[in-house]
Every structure is written in C-alpha cells, then in structure tokens.
C-alpha cells in the first residue's frame, strides 16, 4: 500500500523559506510516476503548487513558481518543497501526492498544517 | 489558463436523494484530464473519477461522472451518510500544470 507522509515545521516566520519533506513507502520514487505538492488554505480549496518527476524534472504552478523549488532524493525515497519569501497568505494545510498522468492525484499524504506568523 | 467553476456551493439532500454537481471549464478541456474528488473535514481528498467518467479503484457505483468540452457532471444515484463532504473538479493543462474548481459542498438537509 502506498503511503506519504509530510514533515517539517509547523510554524514560519514572514519572510522565510517553508521548507518540507514528503516521505513516500510502499511504492519506490525510482519507479516512475510524478510527485507532487498541493495546499488548501484554512476554510477554502485546494491549490497545485508543483510536480516533480523522479528524474527530478519539474513544473510549478505559475503563480507561485518565482518561490517554488521541489527537489527528489531517491535514496530517502524522498521528495521536498522549499517555498521561499512566505507571507500570511502561505498559511494553509501543505499535502504531499503522486500523481499519475492522465488520471490525477491517487495517493495522498494526511497534510500538514504550517502557519506562518511572527 | 483554464478556470474550472463548480455550481452550486452548496447542495442541500436528503440520504437517498440523488445528487448532481457541476463542473464548467472557461475553456474545453481533455476528457482524458478531468478527474473529481472528495474531501470529508480534517482529511485528504480522495480521487473519485477520472477521464471524466472512470471510477477510482475502490469507490462505488453510485458515483458516475460524464461530460465533455466545457461541462462537466459528477452525479451521485443515492446518497449514503457517508457521501455528505466536499467535491472538487481538476483539470490538466499544459499549462499551469493543475487547476482545481472552487468546491460543492453536499450537506444534510
């Protein structure tokens, strides 16, 4: 069974980097598939942040691609979100997911609130 | 870049009640790309359709999807205790990558 797991702080500071990591098991990130970051602010819906393929290509949702940066480590079987400058407006529960071309966003992690306040 | 608007807001049912929720799309979009899900409070969504009208493995009959260019239609036959969440329709383009609609919530009447 494939399961993701998000980690990383709860609480940002204005103007910092929000940086967290998705830990993948069941499934190995070397095999394929994309990976990729959405977030729901508090009370409203969901937003695409960015994908990454496991060759560690990826595309970012344009809105937000000057502060996005998603890596992969495939010895951790790992994927991670680095969202720099943040403002209150970065508030929001952060999840992780693989994507599968075609068909949409099949797994997903549980999300992980990250507040950013000073 | 595509905006997805989702009709209505909110749907108030009755269990049993059959439900149809709305998906329209500024601009046409590939069947093949048009998925929906589900979001129960305090949870991760849960792909329901795909492809516009293929079930997710696991989820059950009563969800059926359909559609094409602009207009999309998730309709639920009868609704269990279970199906009372938010719905949401997403799409993918070349670019930006993944849009979502702004939600149906289906509540208890």
């Known amino acids: 069974q494939v399961q993701l797991q998000e980690s990383g702080p709860g609480l940002v500071k204005p103007s910092e980097t929000l940086s967290l990591t998705c830990t993948v098991s069941g499934y190995s990130i070397s095999s394929g598939y994309y990976w990729g970051w959405i977030r729901q602010p508090p009370g409203k819906g969901l937003e695409w942040i960015g994908s990454i393929y496991h060759s560690g290509s990826t595309y970012y949702n344009p809105s937000l691609k000057s502060r996005v940066t998603i890596s992969v480590d495939t010895s951790k079987n790992q994927f991670s979100l680095k969202l720099s400058s943040v403002t209150a407006a970065d508030t929001a529960v952060y999840y992780c997911?693989?994507?599968?071309?075609?068909?949409?966003?099949?797994?997903w992690g549980q999300g992980t609130l990250v507040t950013v306040s000073s | 870049e595509i905006v997805l608007t989702q009709s209505p807001g909110t749907l108030s049912l009755s269990p049993g009640e059959r439900a149809t929720l709305s998906c329209r799309a500024s601009q046409s979009v590939s069947s093949s790309y048009l998925a929906w899900y589900q979001q129960k409070p305090g949870q991760a969504p849960r792909l329901l359709i795909y492809g516009a009208s293929s079930r997710a493995t696991g989820i059950p009959d009563r969800f059926s999807g359909s559609g094409s260019g602009t207009d999309f239609t998730l309709t639920i036959s009868r609704l269990e205790p279970e199906d009372f969440a938010v719905y949401y329709c997403?799409?993918?383009?070349?670019?930006?990558?993944?849009?979502f609609g702004q939600g149906t919530k289906v509540e208890i009447k």
């Open positions: 997911a693989r994507v599968k071309m075609g068909i949409g966003f099949d797994y």
């Open positions: 997403q799409q993918y383009g070349s670019s930006p990558g993944w849009t």
